[in-house]
């Protein structure tokens, strides 16, 4: 399972990647107003650090400019995936934008048709939002397992990228369910070391080790 970094902070993304825990860097509007830098500068930096997919997400809503938008984009780098919002507009720059061998990431992806017609547009990633339909009391994994599925059964090379990822277990549901990648924020991603018996574990084993005297240098 691939991880991509759901931040547009570059120190965060510096302290992951340190570790060969980055695969990849998603942002979006909301992240880079939250970053307080301008996209192309910020996107530009993060591309430089990371190899892996970086999305950059269109601001328009026609297709035309997010076509231009998409093509400006894909010029900071050779690692810029193109995100755009499942609209019929999106669908149609998504695919002038794979047709033109760009990696295009069709996001806001709510539904399991949705994502069949972001395949079919030839979408390189899919986003589906886990933690937006939990908000509504709707099954964000039940989603995850349904696009699973379908790409299964016709061959989609599209990659489910599990977005919207606000914890822990949505990581591990969706490794077992088989989504090709997750993207989540930092925090998140840090939060799967925690395991409360490791740090009881560990106390114990300090305990010993001071009332041993036992020193390794
Ligand atoms: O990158 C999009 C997605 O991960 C947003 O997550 O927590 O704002 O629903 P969230």
């Known amino acids: 399972m691939k991880f991509f970094v759901d931040t547009a902070e570059i120190d965060a993304i510096a302290e992951l990647n340190d570790l060969g825990m980055v695969d990849g860097v998603t942002t979006n509007p909301s992240l880079i107003k939250k970053s307080g830098r301008d996209i192309i500068e910020v996107t530009k930096e ?6 892996g997919p970086v999305s950059a997400e269109v601001t328009a809503t026609d297709a035309e400019t997010m076509i231009a938008e998409g093509r ?9 995936a193109v995100k755009v919002p499942l609209t019929w507009d999106g669908l149609k720059a998504c695919k002038v934008l794979s047709d033109d061998g760009h990696m295009v990431n069709v996001t ?5 048709n949705q994502a069949l017609i972001a395949a079919k547009a030839g979408a390189t990633f899919i986003s589906p939002f886990i933690g937006r339909l939990d908000d509504i009391n709707l099954d ?7 696009i699973r599925q379908i790409y299964d059964n016709y061959g989609f090379d599209t990659e489910i990228l599990a977005a919207s990822i606000r914890s822990a277990n949505h990581i591990l549901d969706s490794a077992l369910i088989g989504a090709d990648v997750i993207t989540a924020p930092p925090a998140v991603i840090k939060s799967l070391a925690n395991h409360p018996l490791t740090d009881k574990g560990l106390a114990t084993f300090l305990d010993d080790i001071k009332a041993a005297d036992i020193k390794i240098l």
């Open 46 to 51: 993060i591309c430089a650090m990371v190899t």
């Open 72 to 80: 400006k984009l894909v010029e900071i780098a050779e690692n810029i």
């Open 108 to 112: 806001l992806c709510f539904s399991a």
């Open 140 to 146: 964000g994994m039940e989603l995850i397992n349904d």
